[in-house]
């Protein structure tokens, strides 16, 4: 059975910006057993639609994982505080991505999102990375 809890480090990678990119996402119970990865290429994109794509892979998955408690860590200042309301998204390629994420956030009982440092987000980054290089996706329990 899978935790009810559940933790996400997520990142979106883009080589060139807008470039190929790919995202990626590890799931982790609230103890911090690893539960569940994640990556995806998602072909030519700026950096911060890679993240929101990562993001919107991250619910998905939880949702699909039957999570009722998400916390998601990204290194994206950017994409939390949209995400959190703190920033205005003035693209208007984020704005239905932000739509999409928001629509998915309301189905969790409990949600949190928060900025991380690069060097503690160095998997998800991986994950997305590993995308990109091999341009394919990829999931396995852990």
Known sequence: MIAKELVAYI????RGNPGEGGVGVFFQNKEGTPIFEAY??????T????????LI????????????SLT????????????????????????PLLREALSLIR????????????EDNRLADSLANRAIDI?????KFL
Do not use: C
Request: aromatic share 8%; hydrophobic share 40%; charged share 30%.
């Open 107 to 118: 189905r969790f009982p409990k949600f949190k999102i928060e900025v991380i440092s690069r």
């Open 11 to 14: 990142d979106g990678a883009s």
């Open 72 to 95: 998601l860590y990204s290194d994206s200042q950017l994409i939390v505080n949209q995400v959190n309301g703190n920033f205005r998204v003035k693209d208007v390629k984020l704005k």
């Open 57 to 68: 892979l991250a619910l998905k998955k939880a949702q699909q994982l039957n999570a009722e």
């Open 40 to 45: 995806k290429y998602i072909g030519k994109v």
């Open 47 to 54: 950096n911060n639609i890679a993240e929101y794509k990562a």
């Open 135 to 139: 341009m394919g996706e990829g999931e």
